[in-house]
């Protein structure tokens, strides 16, 4: 619960009091972000998040936790699933909100984002290592050029970043952009979006 709620929960509360007051009008931009692990990643040993259907079940059990209670369920699976319930409640908005931009955006693998800050020495040392190789092999890429991700998103005019899609790498974790519809099909699946979006509402 606790990171559906910093993740995912507290985001959706945040627009919908912005629509509620008037702050959120034709034209805006709402950009969430999301990460690799919602939809899997081969290059760093991540399976896509454990979701069978995106029913209106399921998706309350990963909200409220009890879906991994009884399972091996690694960090990286509760997370990548919390981060997908957030891009699919994206493309619902977008769907209801025409005259809104909602988007969704991956930074890809980013090296320099102090993520290994609070590790113990040696686990930081070898990932800060890890991350360096990455990026010299051409496998990850700046904090900057991730962050220029979301810019180029959000200031885009709608013509090549279109609403209701979820931005990321095409191949790998760095690179051109694309719809990361190509590696999850899930997220093409209109019913999983409004489910994951009314589950989000259930717990506001």
Do not use: C
């Not at 709620?5 to 972000?33: A, C, T």
């Not at 999301?34 to 979701?51: D, H, K, L, Q, T």
């Not at 955006?105 to 590790?119: K, S």
């Not at 051409?138 to 005019?157: E, I």
């Amino acid at each position: 619960m606790f990171i559906f709620s910093i993740n995912v929960l507290g985001h959706v509360l945040f627009v919908d009091e912005l629509m509620r007051v008037g702050k959120l009008k034709k034209d805006s931009s709402v950009v969430f972000v999301s990460s690799f692990a919602a939809r899997g990643a081969s290059e760093v040993g991540a399976a896509p998040p454990p979701i069978a259907t995106g029913s209106v079940e399921e998706f309350k059990s990963v909200a409220d936790g009890s879906k991994f209670l009884d399972s091996n369920a690694s960090y990286t699976d509760i997370y990548g699933s919390v981060k997908l319930m957030g891009a699919l409640w994206t493309m619902s908005m977008a769907r209801k909100h025409p005259d809104m931009r909602f988007l969704t955006v991956d930074p890809g693998m980013a090296r320099g984002t102090q993520g290994t800050a609070t590790l113990p020495f040696l686990t930081r040392t070898v990932m800060n290592f890890a991350m360096w190789m990455m990026q010299t092999l051409g496998k990850a890429h700046s904090v900057d050029v991730g962050a220029k991700r979301y810019v180029d998103v959000l200031l885009d005019d709608n013509s090549t970043y279109t609403s209701g899609v979820w931005w990321g790498s095409k191949k790998g974790l760095t690179g051109e952009l694309a719809d990361q519809v190509e590696h999850l099909d899930l997220l093409g699946k209109e019913s999983a979006q409004d489910n994951a979006d009314a589950v989000i509402h259930m717990f506001l």
